[in-house]
C-alpha cells in the first residue's frame, strides 16, 4: 500500500477520532442528538480544525517547544471559532442557539492537532492530509450517529417523521448518548478487529 493510501486509511479508518480515540467525544455527545445539531458540530468542527491546520502547518514551529505549539493551535482555534460559529448561527439560528455552548469544547480540542503534531510524517503535505482525512471521518461518524440516534428518540431524521411507532427519548439524553456511542464504538472496533485493518 502506497503511503498517501496508508495515511487515508489511518485517518479515514483505523484512526477514528470518534469511535476509536474518542476525541471530542463532549462535543459529539452533547450536539448528536438530532441531524440538524450534529451537522451544525460538523461544519464548525471542519472550518476550525481545517483553518487552524493550514495555519500551523505554514507556520515555522519545529524548534517551538511542544507545550507552547498547543497552546498556539488553542488560541488559533478559539480566533476561527466566531467566524464559524457566526455562520451557522446565520444558517441554524434556533439550532446553534441550543448547542452554542458546547461548541466552544471544538477550541480546545488539541487532541487531534496534537495528533497531527507527533504523528510521524515528514512532509507537510502528508500532515495535511491524515488531518483532512481525520476531519472527513469525524464529520461522517458524527452525522451517521446523529441520524440513528434522532430515530432511535424521536422517530424522526432532520426533524421529519420517519414512522418509528416506539421511539426511546431516553437515548436523546446525554447519558443515553453516552451508552449508544459506547455501543457504536464497541461494534466499529470489532468489525475492524474482524477485518484485520484495526490499529492498536
Known amino acids: 500500500m502506497s503511503k498517501t493510501l496508508e495515511i487515508i486509511k489511518k485517518g479515514l479508518i483505523t484512526k477514528n477520532p470518534l469511535f476509536i480515540t474518542g476525541l471530542v467525544l463532549s462535543a459529539a455527545i452533547f450536539t448528536s442528538d438530532s441531524l440538524k445539531t450534529?451537522?451544525?458540530?460538523?461544519?464548525?468542527?471542519?472550518?476550525?480544525?481545517?483553518?487552524t491546520a493550514?495555519?500551523?502547518?505554514?507556520?515555522?514551529?519545529?524548534?517551538?517547544?511542544?507545550?507552547?505549539?498547543?497552546?498556539?493551535?488553542?488560541?488559533?482555534?478559539?480566533?476561527?471559532?466566531?467566524?464559524?460559529?457566526?455562520l451557522v448561527t446565520a444558517i441554524f439560528p434556533a439550532e446553534t442557539a441550543k448547542i452554542v455552548t458546547y461548541l466552544g469544547c471544538i477550541c480546545v480540542n488539541s487532541l487531534i492537532l496534537e495528533r497531527f503534531d507527533k504523528r510521524n510524517l515528514k512532509k507537510k503535505s502528508q500532515k495535511?492530509?491524515?488531518?483532512?482525512?481525520?476531519?472527513?471521518?469525524?464529520?461522517?461518524?458524527?452525522?451517521?450517529?446523529?441520524?440513528?440516534?434522532?430515530?432511535?428518540?424521536?422517530?424522526?431524521?432532520?426533524?421529519?417523521?420517519?414512522?418509528?411507532?416506539?421511539?426511546?427519548?431516553v437515548f436523546g439524553y446525554v447519558f443515553g448518548g453516552l451508552i449508544l456511542l459506547g455501543v457504536f464504538a464497541g461494534i466499529y472496533r470489532y468489525i475492524l478487529i474482524e477485518?484485520?485493518?484495526?490499529?492498536h
Open 54 to 86: 493550514a495555519i500551523i502547518n505554514i507556520l515555522p514551529l519545529a524548534k517551538t517547544p511542544y507545550t507552547v505549539r498547543i497552546i498556539l493551535y488553542i488560541l488559533i482555534a478559539s480566533c476561527v471559532y466566531l467566524p464559524s460559529q457566526m
Open 195 to 199: 477485518t484485520g485493518v484495526y490499529d
Open 128 to 169: 495535511v492530509l491524515f488531518i483532512f482525512s481525520m476531519i472527513l471521518s469525524f464529520d461522517i461518524s458524527l452525522l451517521v450517529f446523529a441520524v440513528i440516534r434522532e430515530i432511535i428518540s424521536y422517530g424522526t431524521v432532520y426533524g421529519v417523521l420517519v414512522g418509528l411507532d416506539s421511539p426511546m427519548p
Open 38 to 51: 450534529a451537522l451544525i458540530t460538523a461544519i464548525c468542527f471542519t472550518i476550525i480544525t481545517a483553518v
